[in-house]
């Protein structure tokens, strides 16, 4: 029983981290956005003073609340809601990835002097490079550039038949 489970467990671990990142490529972008536009000077403050295990605690807050979102979101497509269940799950995997990136970028340094802590990111940063090293993520990657490519031709012709449109009007 032990050797059928093992391989399912790494299965769904993999599915798992595969998830994860794929909404960190999206959840990137919006912390950055708001770090440069939302202004918490006095709260950023207090959270950089803050000593590892408190860090730890506060870095945990938004895993502890947002996770169980993803069991939530299953139930609303199971009986029936399945784009509540999409609307639902990717609201609050992307709001609970920017919190723990923005949570994490304020208290690396702190958090990194708890020896459990690092030894567990080391272990996550490896999962992850093994993960981007794999022909699925070279392909998503590949998908997404093409389009982000697309979208951006789409804008500049609309852009460029809205111009046309205001010129003809004039």
């Given at each position: ?11 769904l ?76 799950f ?18 690396r ?19 992850r ?31 460029g ?10």
């Amino acid at each position: 029983m032990k050797q059928i489970l093992k391989p399912i467990t790494y299965i769904l671990a993999a599915i798992y981290f595969l998830v994860d990142a794929v909404f960190m490529a999206l959840a990137m972008p919006i912390s950055r956005w708001v770090a440069r536009h939302l202004e918490f000077k006095r709260l950023r403050a207090w959270i950089r003073s803050l000593p590892p295990y408190p860090s730890l605690a506060l870095f945990s807050v938004p895993v502890i609340i947002l996770e169980p979102i993803k069991p939530v979101a299953a139930y609303l497509a199971a009986t029936g809601q399945v784009m509540g269940g999409a609307v639902t799950f990717v609201f609050g995997e992307l709001l609970k990835l920017v919190l723990v990136e923005r949570l994490f970028s304020l208290t690396r340094d702190q958090l990194m002097k708890i020896p459990a802590f690092a030894w567990a990111y080391g272990k996550y940063t490896e999962a992850r490079a093994w993960l981007q090293a794999t022909e699925a993520w070279r392909a998503i990657r590949a998908l997404s550039s093409t389009a982000r490519d697309y979208v951006a031709q789409a804008r500049t012709k609309l852009v460029g038949g809205f111009s046309k449109l205001a010129t003809f009007r004039d």
